[in-house]
């Protein structure tokens, strides 16, 4: 069974950086896409980066310029996603899901709170 795990979230103050981290396990394929997703309390969840498996990335105007996602590429299955956010700032507090996209199968991580303070 193939399941995401992300990590790395916490509380940092506005201006800070910190760096997620999605690791997908149980998998023997190399997601075609894997992604980064915002959510917070009474809104739909917001797609924030997304990057291919030949490292092709986009992104939403929110985070362009101070979020990078990155694919680790030493690993076989290429199945490890980051996302570097710099510069943050309160309306970026949220959880934050990762996603892997195989062919049409869409796996999601349980997610990981992000709390930027003023």
Do not use: H
């Not at 490890?80 to 700032?89: A, R």
Request: charged share 15%.
């Amino acid at each position: 069974q193939v399941q995401l795990v992300e990590s790395g979230g916490g509380l940092v103050q506005a201006g800070g950086s910190l760096r997620l981290s999605c690791a997908a396990s149980g998998s023997t394929f190399s997601f075609n896409v894997m992604g980064w997703y915002r959510q917070v309390p009474g809104k739909q969840r917001e797609l924030i980066a997304i990057i291919g498996s030949g490292g092709s990335t986009d992104y939403a105007d929110s985070v362009k310029g101070r979020f990078t996602i990155s694919r680790d590429n030493a690993k076989s299955t290429k199945n490890t996603v980051y996302l570097q956010m710099n510069s943050l700032k309160p309306e970026d507090t949220a959880v934050y899901y990762c996603q892997g996209i195989y062919i049409t199968n869409v796996y999601w991580g349980q997610g990981t709170q992000v709390t930027v303070s003023s």
